[in-house]
Nanobody, 123 residues
Framework: VQLQASGGGLVQAGGSLRLSCAAS????????MGWFRQAPGKEREFVGA????????YYTDSVKGRFTISRDDAKNTIYLQMNIVKPEDTAVYYC?????????????????WGQGTQVTVSS
């Protein structure tokens, strides 16, 4: 079972970036999926999550209105569309699969993690 995050890179403040997370080895169509990030010297923090059927999303306050999570279960892939990015969005971004179908911000509820993709926002 593997989650492969991709799409990171260098972007200017105010720009956009779309991250992808492809799952292989099993389907996660019955599970919520989440995105987390970790900046240098900081703890990993919750960014957002999408429930099992894609009808419910949940975001941390700092990205509300700028980031959007979606899922395509036919492709076993989730996405994080990042708009109006800010320098404080700079971090390694991780996707994760929850043990449950509901959204959650707790890392304890996620049991599969991707390897991370670096996002750097220049000012």
């Amino acid at each position: 079972v593997q989650l492969q995050a991709s799409g990171g890179g260098l972007v200017q403040a105010g720009g956009s970036l779309r991250l992808s997370c492809a799952a292989s080895g099993r389907t996660f169509s019955t599970r919520a999926m989440g995105w987390f990030r970790q900046a240098p010297g900081k703890e990993r923090e919750f960014v957002g999550a999408i429930n099992w059927n894609g009808r419910v999303t949940y975001y941390t306050d700092s990205v509300k209105g700028r980031f959007t999570i979606s899922r395509d279960d036919a492709k076993n892939t989730i996405y994080l569309q990042m708009n109006i990015v800010k320098p404080e969005d700079t971090a390694v971004y991780y996707c994760a699969a929850s043990k449950y179908g509901r959204t959650s911000s707790s890392t304890n509820e996620y049991d599969y993690w991707g390897q991370g993709t670096q996002v750097t926002v220049s000012s």
